[in-house]
């Protein structure tokens, strides 16, 4: 059974650089498929972040793509997220994903989101 | 950017009732490699959203076949031919054919 767990801090500063990592189980990263992440502003409607698959291809939001990086570490079964240049418009329960679509969506399997929020 | 935009905003239902969510893009969501990238998913209260829908008709694993996706090109629709408790939740429909966006979201409530 695959499972997805977002991690990270829940708390970050303005201006300043968020980290997240996504932990798969279940499922060999290098076995292929793409994953993602995706974002839900509080009471706003859910927004695609990027894509990558396991050799790093990637695809960016291309209004999220110059603060946002995408990266996978295979051997161990995780995906990173790193956004820059924080603001509260950044609050939000971020989800990571798999793509059974590759780039073309189809996200099957969700992790239970972490929240961050984005405050002074 | 392709625009998605979902009708009604609210749906109150009876449970043993049918309902339908409207779905509409911008632009077209036909590929020139014969699919049509638009997903269904919903989102029940406090948890993770969940794929319903994929190339705009086909059920997901597990889902049951009380749901059905229909449309083509920019119009698209999500129907319960029976609501039961357990559907109420936000539904959002996603296209794939440019980037990735998603709908504003209906949340369907039992009435």
């Known amino acids: 059974q695959v499972q997805l767990q977002e991690s990270g801090p829940g708390l970050v500063k303005p201006s300043e650089t968020l980290s997240l990592t996504c932990s798969v189980s279940g499922y060999p990263i290098i076995s292929g498929s793409y994953w993602g992440w995706i974002r839900q502003p509080p009471g706003n409607r859910l927004e695609w972040i990027g894509t990558?698959?396991?050799?790093?291809?990637?695809d960016y939001n291309p209004s999220l793509t110059s603060r946002v990086t995408i990266s996978v570490d295979t051997s161990k079964d995780q995906l990173s997220l790193r956004m820059g240049s924080l603001t509260a418009a950044d609050t939000a329960i971020y989800y990571c994903a798999r793509a059974s679509g590759g780039t073309r969506g189809i996200f099957d399997i969700w992790g239970q989101g972490t929240m961050v929020t984005v405050s002074s | 950017d392709i625009v998605m935009t979902q009708s009604p905003l609210s749906l109150p239902v009876t449970p043993g009732e049918p309902a339908s969510i409207s779905c509409r893009s911008s632009?077209?969501?036909?590929?020139?490699?014969?699919?049509?990238?638009l997903d269904w998913y919903l989102q029940r209260p406090g948890q993770s959203p969940q794929l319903l829908i994929y190339?705009?008709?086909t059920r997901a694993s597990g889902v049951p076949d009380r749901f059905s996706g229909s449309g083509s090109g920019t119009d698209f629709t999500l129907k319960i031919s029976r609501v039961e408790a357990d559907d109420v939740g936000v539904y959002y429909c996603m296209q794939a054919l440019q980037a990735v966006s998603f709908g504003g979201g209906t949340k369907v409530e039992i009435k």
């Open positions: 632009q077209s969501l036909l590929h020139s490699d014969g699919y049509t990238y």
């Open positions: 990558i698959d396991h050799s790093e291809r990637t």
């Open positions: 190339f705009g008709s």
